[in-house]
């Protein structure tokens, strides 16, 4: 598998995890979602979960079995975010390494073709997914408003460097609207 190929995400949402929702899901026959946690469902320097993301958590677990697996090793804080979510989860997953994502996987009990790897990075998030075959899902950061006034120098290296390597970081699919 060459590089342009590890770090294509199959779906670029315009928007933040918010953004996926349960058409979009269905659409790509997804049964299970392994979402990160920082940047994707919460800023980094927050230890709470919003209540458009416990909706929304509500609203997309009724089709699908939800993990979470991040990369931070605070227990304190992604187990708390964890629980007010009630989602299982594992920290300090060393993404793109795979074993805690296939872990998860096994957890749910499904192939990773029917699992979405939901994050905001392409070297974590979506280089881990594509490793394992998951279809895999660039979301837009969520920042704390504090720190949304800087520029954001991890992600905008990365994907600069993907398009080099060939890779396409341009959203493909925003909201589907319903009829």
């Not at 990075?121 to 949304?148: K, Q, S, W, Y």
Request: glycine letters at 6%; charged letters at 20%; aromatic letters at 6%.
């Amino acid at each position: 598998m060459t590089w342009n190929n590890l770090l294509q995400p199959d779906l670029i949402l315009e928007g933040s995890v918010l953004e996926l929702t349960k058409e979009i899901i269905q659409q790509y026959d997804l049964k299970g979602l392994v979402l990160d946690v920082d940047e994707t469902l919460v800023p980094f320097t927050v230890g709470t979960t919003s209540p458009e993301l416990r909706q929304w958590v509500k609203e997309i677990r009724i089709n699908v079995d939800l993990w979470l697996v991040s990369n931070n090793l605070s227990e304190s804080r992604i187990g708390r975010i964890a629980r007010s979510l009630d989602l299982p989860y594992y920290l300090g997953a060393a993404k793109p390494s795979r074993r805690k994502i296939r872990a998860a996987l096994h957890a749910m009990d499904l192939p990773a073709s029917q699992v979405g790897m939901v994050g905001d990075r392409l070297f974590t998030d979506v280089l881990a997914g594509n490793r394992l075959g998951m279809f895999t899902i660039l979301v837009e950061p969520i920042i704390h408003p504090e720190a949304a006034l800087r520029s954001h120098p991890i992600r905008n290296f990365e994907v600069w460097f993907s398009e080099i390597l060939g890779a396409s970081i341009t959203p493909k699919q925003t909201k589907i609207h319903k009829n």
